[in-house]
């Protein structure tokens, strides 16, 4: 009949295989202490030269002898060189999932909670520029997430309804915003001449 190892126990920490599994099982029958310490102290070996580019990290070592503990099953007694603090069988609490509805996904929820807040913003130079610069990363956003649907008009109407209506841009100002991201390097120019 064939062993396979599906068949067998599972491994508490499968990346050391089951040989390695295995020597830590024969090492918890050694009666003689002197005999079993030696046995576990040749099985971190073993453990550290299968991972040889951890050798100069920093508490290698002492993670090497955790594992060997939990591969125990924490009931391996030899003089471990670290303290060995068995893992609570307590499991934390699930962390709550953020469960905010994104209307557009394309935009994310940053540039949502920022569309949000236009409306909030004092009339001015100041706003309408701010509006320029969250069309500006709407077009990048949707180009990212979409290029055939990047058109100027859907932005402008997603903005619109993102505000409630209260904030709106127009097709200028979409020009304006396209010809700023495809040609960063003109404004700069023209800031030269002017010099």
């Known amino acids: 009949m064939n062993d396979y190892n599906t068949k067998r126990r599972a491994l508490p920490l499968p990346e050391y295989g089951r040989s390695v599994q295995n020597m830590v099982d024969h090492c918890l029958t050694i009666e003689d202490r002197d005999e079993r310490q030696l046995c576990a102290e040749t099985i971190v070996q073993i453990m ?15 993670k090497l002898w955790d594992h060997l503990a939990l591969m125990a099953d924490y009931k391996l007694d030899v003089d471990f060189p670290y303290e060995i603090v068995p893992r609570s069988e307590e499991k934390p609490e699930p962390l709550p999932y953020d469960t905010e509805v994104i209307r557009y996904r394309h935009y994310g929820k940053l540039l949502e909670r920022l569309i949000s807040k236009l409306p909030e913003y004092p009339e001015g130079d100041e706003k309408q520029e701010l509006v320029a610069q969250t069309l500006q990363q709407m077009k990048r956003s949707m180009a990212q997430w979409n290029t055939n649907t990047a058109s100027d008009q859907k932005i402008l109407d997603d903005l619109k309804n993102l505000t409630g209506g209260t904030v709106e841009g127009d097709l200028l100002m979409m020009a304006d915003v396209v010809d700023k991201a495809a040609h960063p390097a003109k404004k700069a120019n023209a800031k030269k001449k002017k010099k």
């Open 48 to 62: 550290e030269g299968m991972f040889p580019q951890q050798k100069g990290v920093e508490d290698f070592r002492h």
